[in-house]
């Protein structure tokens, strides 16, 4: 295959089209197009579904709230109990923690 200098077209794909309009003036069938797609993509695309399908679910679940874990935290935050140095310093490592910071 050469490559025309001027256009920097293959000369290979030129010789194509025009065996394809021959084909369409004699009259005869032309393959038609088909494409293959990978297993890979294949499993990409269910993966997204079923990613799209999980976000869904847990967007429309109700978050795990155990109230009367809640009322006892107030009633303790009310009292005094959660201010103790041991438990401010416990608080601030569990908090880092939660955003990804080494203390």
Do not use: C, H, W
Not at 35 to 47: G, P, V
Request: aromatic share 2%.
């Amino acid at each position: 295959m050469t490559i025309n200098p001027i256009t920097g077209t293959p000369d290979i794909q030129k010789t194509e089209s025009r065996n394809v309009v021959a084909k369409q003036i004699e009259g005869k069938a032309i393959p038609k197009d088909r494409i293959e797609i990978s297993s890979r993509a294949k499993e990409t695309q269910q993966l997204r579904l079923y990613a799209g399908e999980m976000a869904k679910r847990i967007a429309n679940t109700p978050p795990d709230t155990r109230m009367e874990l809640v009322a006892q935290a107030a009633i303790k935050l009310k009292t005094g109990d959660y201010n103790q140095p041991n438990v401010t310093r416990e608080i601030a490592r569990r908090f880092s923690m939660m955003m990804g910071l080494e203390v």
